[in-house]
């Protein structure tokens, strides 16, 4: 039976991650209260240790679908995948792991995802692992996280949050695909790109960033730092409608926008630019959320953004002195595309090699051609998809005009559909 992970968008699907508050609840012991100690005992001092020196250079992570891809030891467990999102304001491990791990719940945190109140397991004094550097004595939360895996191909153990990357000067190349950890104090690397003051929202970090639409002044707003979300820029909808900002769309799509909490409407629609500092990224698409209720807490900012904007940079995040600085890289101009297939695509099997069509948008190509939901895509021009890999796949359902030769499996049938791609916003 295929898995075909809800809700049907993979914007903001992370926002387990992406728009999830987590505060501490009730004690919830698990064992009955004792009296006293007259002795105080604290808890372990938490800390950090580099294999050499004060940093762990080159630590290689993967890309996909806009999300960050690290290699994490829990507790000198073996490798598991965890993203690294700064949108998480606690780092998460995956519930399914809580046992195999050994881990020793202690209570219970709340939270709220998309607007509704969540509950999740909390664990403290758990160590982290990345090449070449521990983390001590760190806190997570508990959280069934399965429905992230179709969408970046792999098993995901957990989320690396706030707890972990304040110990670090923490420097993401998107371009070598690598990351660079340095201790606040040692850190002296010169730096040539925008450097961008930030502020912290519940464990968040935020900026100001601007938006331009067509025949309207700059709409200025506080918008939080997610590299959690896959996306250019992702505007709460208490910030759409004070702006007004539907008024003066001329090319917009209805979409939905994922989270643990459920999912909600939104409107896909590209605008003339958004800016942050010097920077500016000409006519992206943005999401704009038509939710009807928001928390207090999401109420303090205008929005996200994500990865699609981060990875035309090296992203350095340097919490102790509220700063990120910004270098551009090569991918800075490039332009901002979506999906013009019309096929959303999920990946399937304990390899997460078998790729399924997830959800087919009406009036795409793929829906012209004939392609169904649950349809297993096998090949592309001729060539098997394990060959080519679900993010690349992505990328080439992005080139306007482009022509394909998509093979499918449908029940124990191979089908072929010729698409021509074309933009769908």
């Known amino acids: 039976m295929r898995y075909c992970p809800e809700p049907p968008r993979q914007v903001l699907l992370l926002s387990v991650v992406a728009l999830i508050f987590l505060t501490p609840l009730h004690a919830t012991a698990q064992s009955p209260r004792k009296a006293p100690s007259v002795r105080k005992h604290k808890d372990p001092a938490r800390g950090v240790r580099f294999a050499s020196g004060q940093s762990s250079l080159k ?13 994490v030891q829990v507790n000198d467990s073996r490798s598991l995948w965890f993203i690294l999102d700064t949108g998480a304001s606690s780092s998460i491990i995956n519930a399914p792991l809580v046992k195999e791990l050994s881990l020793q719940t202690k209570g219970k945190i709340g939270g709220s995802a998309s607007g509704k109140a969540i509950e999740a397991e909390l664990i403290s004094g758990v160590t982290l692992s990345v090449p070449g550097v521990k983390v001590f004595n760190q806190p997570i939360a508990a959280l069934p ?29 998107y371009a070598a695909k690598v990351i660079n950890l340095y201790s606040p104090t040692s850190f002296k690397r010169s730096v040539s790109g925008e450097l961008l003051p930030i502020k912290f929202i519940n464990k968040k970090p935020a900026l100001t960033a ?5 025949g309207r002044g700059v709409i200025e707003g506080t918008f939080l730092i997610d590299t959690g979300a896959d996306g250019v820029m992702t505007v709460k909808s208490g910030f759409v409608r004070a702006h007004q900002l539907l008024k003066t769309l001329t090319i917009s799509r209805r979409s939905n926008l994922g989270g ?5 409407e939104s409107i896909t629609a590209r605008v003339q630019s958004i800016q942050l500092g010097r920077f500016v990224i000409d006519k992206p698409l943005i999401e704009l959320s038509q939710a009807m209720k928001e928390t207090e807490v999401q109420s303090n900012f205008a929005g996200v953004l994500g990865g699609e904007v981060f990875r035309r ?12 600085i910004l270098e551009p890289n090569a991918h800075l101009l490039e332009p901002v ?34 392609l169904k939901e649950e349809d297993e895509l ?15 796949i992505r990328q080439m359902f992005k080139q306007e005009g482009k022509e394909y030769l998509i093979t499918i499996k449908r029940a124990e049938q191979a089908l072929r559909f010729r698409i021509k791609l074309r933009r769908l916003v």
Not at 313 to 324: A, E, G, K, M, V
């Open 59 to 71: 630590i290689p992570f993967e890309l996909s679908n806009n999300f960050i891809l690290l290699q």
């Open 313 to 324: 940079f090296t992203l350095i995040l340097d919490y102790s002195r509220r700063r990120i």
């Open 210 to 214: 601007k938006i331009k639409l067509e």
């Open 337 to 370: 595309e979506a999906d013009m297939s019309g096929i959303e695509l999920a990946a399937d099997g304990e390899d997460f090699k078998t790729f399924v069509v997830n959800e087919v948008a009406a009036e795409s190509p793929a829906a012209e051609a004939g």
């Open 145 to 173: 996280i399965d429905a992230v895996a179709p969408l970046v191909g792999k098993p995901i153990g957990g989320i690396i949050g706030y707890d972990f990357i304040k110990e670090f000067v923490v420097e993401v190349d």
């Open 260 to 264: 643990a909490g459920g999912a909600s």
């Open 378 to 392: 096998t090949a592309v021009d001729g060539r098997p998809v394990s060959e080519i890999g679900l993010d690349q």
